[in-house]
């Protein structure tokens, strides 16, 4: 899954918060959802302009960050 073409970050938009496709819903806002127990396909419905593609997009996104993450010890 490539995310770069579905994960945008806009300054103006949402605080600069990675979003969908420049829509206003986030990376967040999804991975939430799925957080609190929402399946993709309560997801889908709820929302029918994302796509399962943009969900697998938000999860790679996480996943990426994660892996990105630095182990500072004090």
Same mark, same amino acid.
């Given at each position: &899954?490539?995310? =770069? ?8 938009? @949402? ?7 420049? &829509? ?13 127990? &929402?399946?993709?396909? +309560?997801?889908? +419905? ?5 796509? =399962? +593609? ?12 994660? @892996? =990105?993450?630095?182990?500072? =010890?004090?």
């Amino acid at each position: &899954m490539n995310y =770069q073409n579905r994960i945008t970050i806009e300054p103006n938009k @949402r605080s600069g918060k990675p979003c969908i496709r420049g &829509m206003r819903i986030t990376v967040y806002d999804v991975l939430s959802y799925l957080a609190s127990g &929402m399946t993709n396909q +309560e997801i889908l +419905e709820d929302f029918p302009y994302l796509t =399962q +593609e943009d969900i697998l997009a938000c999860l790679q996104y996480a996943s990426d960050r994660e @892996r =990105q993450t630095l182990v500072i =010890q004090a």
